[in-house]
């Protein structure tokens, strides 16, 4: 029975985050079921052949050259009381203090057919294989669930390789959780110029076939056929000839924790701004969180690795003395659809509204570079303020060329509760490459109309 200062169940970002910071300074293991720990973001574009499939395998000599051990095990059963962890390998280890950072499982739904086979999710290494196997083997068709980020690229990804795919939507628009509907006309006019089939307003009720999925049935009665007969009998000879991909979000992967007293939430193990769960020495981290909006205080999803790095640092941090806190999730996040980079932060205009908040929009619209030069590419912007007190409480960016950097700045401002006439004040940079022309910037554009009397 080996006993660790440190014992982090989970290998993805949070796990490793961990294992670098504490590895050398404390006794630390990492367990860790799957082959590799993924890059996740990264398998799209695995899938569309840009990247071989081991570029998203991250080295296990991230964790060991941190001075961390690695055991490849699942955990079967914590005894919280003994601080004891068990694996399905039969081994035991004791520890002074858990992390518990096992992440986050596609969610699929139990609807009738969910078991029929070719059906997945999309978040491993093995809904990655299997897709790219089948696409080997002759895979004609793809529906696609869920028009979110990971969705929406995974759809050009898979039409890229020469597959007819559908992108299936309960939403009103692409995109819903980053971009409000005027800000997503754009990426829908260029999934579809793409050639994908969108279905927005609809939800898959029914799956059909016999061993392999062969029919989506939409509650709008439409349904979308594998095989190639044109009504709704399924023929006594299948062929395997279509995929349903499930990227409809991600639920806490806490299973394990069913029958113990760990405090879970709706959305995942609920702990405070110091990653501390409601048993003593016991923490969380990631994914398998429920935490709340830095802006609201209220309890919303963060599951990305951008909040997953960071709330795994306050922890290590704080294990090694000092005194952090997490402030909370503000969701920056990008995408890329088509020719578009595409980019959000704080709250959308739907969901600022749904809090509550009286609000005002602005926009502003440059270009990359001084207009003069070539290749210069339109930029679009929109800033979500509460009325009263001006302050920031959302952004949105749409442009031909990556806008991650400008996100990240109109992050900051949110979470240091700039207000729009502060962020007006910006005193910004400029070059005919890089920039619109010195007498303008995107973002105190915004700012100024923001200010505007309404």
């Known amino acids: 029975?080996?006993?660790?200062?440190?014992?982090?169940?989970?290998?993805?970002?949070?796990?490793?985050?961990?294992?670098?910071?504490?590895?050398?300074q404390k006794r630390v293991a990492i367990i860790r079921p799957e082959d590799y720990s993924m890059i996740y973001c990264a398998m799209p574009y695995a899938v569309e052949g840009?990247?071989?499939?081991?570029?998203?395998?991250?080295?296990?000599s991230i964790v060991t050259d941190a001075g961390a051990d690695l055991i490849r095990s699942s955990v079967s059963k914590v005894d919280f009381s003994k601080k004891e962890v068990y694996t399905e390998a039969g081994e035991i280890f004791t520890y002074d203090k858990l992390v518990i950072a096992t992440g986050a499982n596609p969610f699929i739904p139990n609807i009738p057919g969910a078991d029929l086979e070719g059906i997945t999710g999309f978040k491993t290494e093995k809904n990655m294989r299997l897709i790219m196997d089948n696409i080997n083997q002759g895979l004609e068709r793809a529906v696609v669930i869920g028009a979110g980020a990971i969705g929406i690229e995974l759809a050009l990804s898979l039409n890229q390789k020469g597959l007819t795919v559908d992108l299936v939507d309960m939403a009103t628009t692409l995109l819903p959780n980053l971009l409000d509907p005027e800000m997503s006309e754009l990426i829908y006019e260029e999934v579809i110029r793409q050639g994908i089939n969108v279905h927005l307003q609809a939800r898959v009720e029914e799956l059909k076939g016999k061993q392999y999925v062969q029919q989506v049935h939409l509650n709008n009665g439409q349904i979308i056929?594998?095989?190639?007969?044109?009504?709704?009998?399924i023929t006594n000879k299948e062929e395997f000839k279509g995929m349903v991909i499930f990227a409809t979000g991600m639920k806490a992967h806490v299973d394990l924790f069913a029958e113990t007293s760990l405090e879970v939430g709706k959305d995942g193990i609920i702990v405070n701004d110091k990653m501390e769960t409601n048993i003593e020495d016991v923490y969380a981290v990631g994914d398998c969180t429920e935490f709340y909006s830095g802006i609201t205080a209220r309890r919303v999803s963060g599951k990305l690795a951008t909040n997953a790095v960071p709330m795994a640092k306050v922890l290590g941090f704080n294990l090694l003395g000092q005194s952090r806190s997490y402030s909370g999730f503000y969701n920056g996040a990008a995408t890329k659809a088509g020719k578009y980079f595409v980019g959000g932060t704080?709250?959308?205009?739907?969901?600022?509204?749904?809090?509550?908040?009286?609000?005002?929009?602005?926009?502003?619209?440059?270009?990359s570079k001084f207009p003069i030069m070539p290749g210069a590419k339109k930029i679009h912007l929109k800033l979500i303020v509460e009325k009263a007190s001006k302050r920031?409480?959302?952004?949105?960016l749409l442009a031909e060329e990556p806008v991650t950097d400008k996100i990240d700045t109109l992050t900051l401002a949110i979470q240091?509760?700039?207000?729009?006439?502060?962020?007006?004040?910006l005193s910004y940079s400029s070059q005919p490459y890089q920039s619109y022309?010195?007498?303008?910037?995107?973002?105190?554009?915004?700012?100024?109309?923001?200010?505007?009397?309404?």
């Open 225 to 233: 056929h594998f095989d190639s007969i044109e009504d709704c009998n």
């Open 437 to 454: 022309y010195p007498a303008a910037n995107l973002l105190v554009l915004a700012a100024e109309e923001a200010l505007k009397p309404k």
């Open 392 to 396: 920031l409480l959302g952004a949105q």
């Open 50 to 60: 840009i990247i071989d499939i081991e570029k998203t395998f991250k080295k296990d």
């Open 416 to 425: 240091n509760k700039f207000t729009v006439e502060q962020l007006s004040q």
């Open 346 to 367: 704080g709250l959308s205009e739907r969901i600022a509204k749904d809090a509550g908040y009286d609000i005002v929009t602005a926009y502003s619209e440059v270009t």
């Open 1 to 24: 029975m080996e006993k660790y200062d440190v014992l982090v169940i989970g290998g993805g970002p949070a796990g490793v985050t961990l294992a670098k910071l504490l590895g050398k």
